[in-house]
């Protein structure tokens, strides 16, 4: 039986749309009838073509840009005139050069691709796409932290929104928190409060801007990338610090200090095993880094000596305090601090917090792929790529299949994912441990073995690449990732096979759409 119970307000009516709302309400209910059961029915089919009208469209633009750079640099199509906005190629230039190369419509793309030439443009057209990716990441990963979460606690997660697994349920969430009251305490620091979410995304948000997706895939390559990238991950500390101080929150003080203490004591065995992969390199450059491992699966940092495998394992764990992800997630310690430094936060706000810490989770897995498990190369030699080359010629065809199968940003994304996997996986699987726990394996087991490692390489530096024990070692490591990744494979293959039996009484009877 049911319990009825008044409240002491008055309980307000349907609501009514009005003026330019009434048809706007219209068209979206419209949308939703007529797109809802097409989602339901072909979900599967709308992501993959997501999926590749968006590479399509990427890739468009990359050749778009590369046309221009060449009409420029032809003397055939670039004359003395120049053209307004002090840009180098006139309409008339764009149109003879399009000729030139046998492109359709070039009277319609001539005026298309003009404004093209600004640095400006160009710089805007690169910052919806950083900006575009860096609010997918986390609405992907929302989605997908559930998913996992419900798999290993034999639940199904989100089912329901979308149809298929779900797969609108961050959409939903989204809508939700922004249509909720942005509360402040009365008590809190009210200026601080409001910008303290600003300070813990805006930095991660940064740090993608000089992330390399590919050798030619970067908003800003400069010389000191990483320095950059790493000063931005510092950066989002005082983001929390801030608003656990403005809070005016004792649960909230606390997780802020957990985070001060746990970040900085990490920070520093985190960037000394990064200098590994920069004394391998000789430089700080990030594309220079990437490209230096394309010679195939051996040629990856990680796998050349057990100095670089042992800083690549150092810095995975202690990115995953970075993020303050478990099992270092002393910060939010639901069981212990209500929530922790974002206890008072809701709506909108709150969500910034998890927005900058899923972009943050790509970030750091981003720099081990680059810097420990070459970068956008796919480990295949690049004998198959000249190859490829050779039998199709070099044209649009063949360059569209090496960047799938030997090098391209597909698999830069492609690994970074696989990596914030890794971590939702740990935090459902591994406890969380305690504050001194934290703090003693930093400082006496994870710096010493930091310290160690840059000095093994710098030792193992003197030994000459083809030397019998340079080899030993690295067709050894070699061979132990592929293994581990065979055996990954074959562990998630197992899985999909005999899902029924491994989740559990409650997946027997799965919901629609699963």
């Not at 709308?46 to 840009?65: E, K, M, N, R, Y």
């Not at 997706?213 to 983001?239: K, P, Q, T």
């Not at 592929?482 to 997946?507: C, F, N």
Request: charged residues 10%; proline residues 6%; contains cysteine.
């Amino acid at each position: 039986m049911v319990s009825q119970f008044s409240v002491p307000w008055k309980e307000r009516g349907p609501l009514e749309f009005r003026g330019p709302a009434r048809p706007l309400a219209a068209l979206a209910v419209m949308v939703y009838r007529m797109a809802g059961p097409i989602v339901a029915r072909i979900p599967g089919l709308i992501l993959i073509s997501a999926i590749v009208v968006t590479c399509l469209v990427v890739w468009a633009h990359w050749g778009v840009f590369g046309a221009l750079e060449a009409f420029a640099a032809d003397p055939a199509v670039n004359g003395a005139a120049r053209s307004a906005f002090d840009l180098p190629l006139t309409v008339a230039e764009i149109h003879a050069g399009l000729v030139q190369r046998s492109w359709p419509a070039a009277g319609l793309l001539q005026y298309l691709l003009w404004p093209l030439q600004a640095e400006l443009v160009r710089d805007l057209i690169g910052l919806g796409a950083v900006f575009g990716l860096f609010n997918l990441v986390p609405v992907y990963a929302i989605w997908w932290e559930r998913k996992v979460a419900g798999r290993i606690q034999s639940r199904m997660g989100p089912m329901r929104v979308g149809g298929w697994h779900g797969w609108a349920q961050s959409f939903a969430d989204g809508i939700k928190l922004v249509g909720k009251e942005d509360i402040v305490p009365a008590e809190a620091d009210k200026p601080l409060f409001r910008i303290a979410p600003y300070l813990a995304m805006v930095p991660a948000l940064l740090a993608f801007l000089c992330m390399p997706f590919g050798a030619y895939w970067v908003f800003r390559n400069i010389d000191v990338a990483l320095v950059f990238i790493l000063a931005m991950l510092g950066v989002e500390v005082v983001g929390v610090i801030v608003a656990g101080w403005a809070s005016n929150n004792k649960w909230s003080v606390y997780g802020a200090m957990r985070e001060a203490c746990q970040m900085v004591s990490y920070e520093i065995p985190m960037t000394t095993v990064l200098l590994v992969p920069v004394m391998a390199a000789g430089t700080l450059n990030m594309i220079a880094i990437g490209e230096g491992q394309a010679g195939g699966w051996h040629t990856w940092v990680a796998f050349t000596n057990p100095f670089a495998f042992v800083a690549f394992i150092t810095y995975f764990i202690a990115s995953l305090a970075s993020c303050k992800r478990a099992p270092f997630d002393l910060p939010e310690s639901e069981s212990e601090l209500v929530a922790g430094f974002h206890t008072e936060y809701s709506g909108f706000r709150w969500a910034l917090f998890f927005f900058a810490e899923y972009a943050a989770m790509f970030v750091v897995g981003g720099l081990a792929v680059t810097l420990f498990l070459g970068a956008w190369h796919t480990g295949l030699p690049p004998g198959v790529g000249a190859w490829i080359t050779s039998a199709l010629g070099d044209n649009v065809f063949s360059r569209g299949i090496n960047g799938l199968l030997i090098s391209g940003p597909v698999w830069f994304i492609a690994k970074c994912i696989f990596f914030v996997w890794v971590q939702i996986w740990i935090r459902w699987t591994l406890p969380r441990i305690r504050i001194d726990q934290v703090l003693y394996s930093c400082v006496q087991v994870m710096f010493p073995i930091a310290l160690v490692a840059l000095v093994g390489q710098s030792l193992w530096m003197l030994i000459p690449a083809n030397h019998v024990v340079y080899r030993l070692f690295n067709w050894a490591l070699s061979a132990l990732g592929l293994l581990t990744i065979a055996a990954m494979v074959g562990i998630a293959v197992y899985g999909y096979r005999h899902g029924r039996k491994m989740v559990g009484y409650l997946a027997v009877r799965q919901l629609p759409g699963a």
